[in-house]
């Protein structure tokens, strides 16, 4: 398959990113994101406000990772809307996505360390999964050091110029074994790397004695972009308008 809507008529091509001028990030950064598709390393929390940060997920683990099926807790948990839609993201965002920028989806994916761990994260690219143009940008936020042997991510940079590849029902991509010229996103906490949901990526299992590995990943549309699948998504506003009433945003969780 290519995407699991294969019912809709989605443009899933390349379209590069045009900001005439960026506030968050530098001319160069945004070049950067349209020749390789990501930006990195980018520092988002710091100081006490990490130190927060940390101690929240580290008390919320049990909720958030215990649904065996996938759930934005951000709809539902202030602390966590305020990390999705904190002001240094939605600046970055803002030069990506233009002015007003909604968050759909979110994930706080902690992999525990474990010699023996197999859990791994397939090569796939986030546009298979949303039933809209590709043109969201997912921004992975390290809350542990993430490093290659505690699992962090693998990007395939650049590889977003040929649109969607052919994956299985598990998304996973068909010609994975051809996959060349990967690097690791290396972070530390409170960094956070931003990419395209064109991007192929990939993440080992956390094979470490003892170093957790969590992240949270959060994909984010311009509210003018609109999801197609025949009624609004659920989302949340992180900034600007959704003027033309293109989802079904609401307020944030208090
Ligand atoms: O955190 C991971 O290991 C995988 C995350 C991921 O695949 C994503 O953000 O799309």
């Excluded at 994260?121 to 143009?133: K, S």
């Amino acid at each position: 398959m290519i995407t699991m809507y294969p019912e809709l008529d989605l443009d899933l091509g390349f379209h590069p990113v045009s900001c005439e001028q960026p506030e968050a990030f530098t001319q160069d950064q945004i070049d950067q994101y349209n020749e390789v598709w990501y930006i990195s390393p980018i520092r988002l929390f710091e100081g006490e406000e990490l130190d927060e940060l940390q101690a929240f997920f580290e008390r919320s683990r049990k909720r958030l990772t215990s649904i065996g099926s996938f759930k934005s807790f951000h709809h539902e948990i202030p602390e966590l809307y305020d990390i999705v839609a904190n002001p240094r993201t939605t600046a970055c965002l803002k030069d990506l996505l233009g002015p007003n920028v909604v968050c759909h989806v979110s994930q706080y994916i902690r992999k525990e360390p474990d010699p023996d761990s197999s859990r791994k994260t397939i090569y796939h690219q986030d546009a298979t999964f949303n039933p809209m143009d590709a043109r969201c940008a997912l921004v992975w936020l390290a809350v542990d050091r993430a490093f290659v042997d505690n699992g962090c991510m693998w990007f395939v940079p650049g590889s977003h110029r040929q649109g969607v590849l052919e994956c299985d029902e598990g998304h996973h991509i068909a010609d994975a074994a051809s996959i060349e010229n990967q690097v690791p996103m290396e972070l530390e906490p409170g960094q956070a790397v931003f990419f395209s949901d064109l991007l192929i990526h990939s993440s080992p299992p956390n094979r470490t004695a003892d170093k957790v590995r969590g992240g949270l990943t959060a994909t984010y549309a311009s509210a003018e972009l609109v999801p197609t699948l025949g009624q609004k998504k659920w989302a949340a506003m992180c900034c600007g308008e959704d003027e033309d009433n293109n989802w079904d945003v609401h307020e944030p969780p208090r």
